[in-house]
């Protein structure tokens, strides 16, 4: 769940419908950014970026539960994150995206040279759409975070384009 422009109380809000949603769907319920939420909410956990605060202060606030680290396209910070016990690796941004302003660009390299590193999986994110997604899946992702393809596309419901990606 990723809303930058929501009081606390309305992401309480909407983020009890979502994980009740995902429980339905036996999907993980991940807050973005704040781990005060994401305990507030019991979700599974939360993802963190390189701004947010630290994961051993996200520990202590959400114990052990899932906790994701943005490494843009740095083998640097996948490094730090594995030492730190992250969850998961998130790189990106793959494709170009509006969803994001984003500074960083990753490649298919970065995926591979991460799953020599480490059994820890990665997500790939940015610019993912029925078109692109096998590429990164092919070269090593485990997992993809697509967020305007589903939400904001405009020849598919979100249904639809959730399943032209199956």
Known sequence: MRFKKYSFRKKIEIGKKIKKICKINSV????????????????????????????FKARKIIGNKIIGITCHNSIKLAKTAIKNKANYLAFGTFFSTKTKKTKYKATTKILNKAKKLTKTPLVAIGGINCN???????????????SGYIWNNKKYKPEEAIKKIK
């Open 28 to 55: 993980k319920f991940l807050v973005n950014d704040d781990p005060f939420l994401a305990k507030k909410l019991n979700a599974d956990g939360c993802h963190l970026g390189q701004k947010d605060t630290s994961i």
């Open 132 to 146: 692109n997604y096998r590429k990164l899946l092919l070269n090593n992702a485990n997992f993809l975070a697509i």
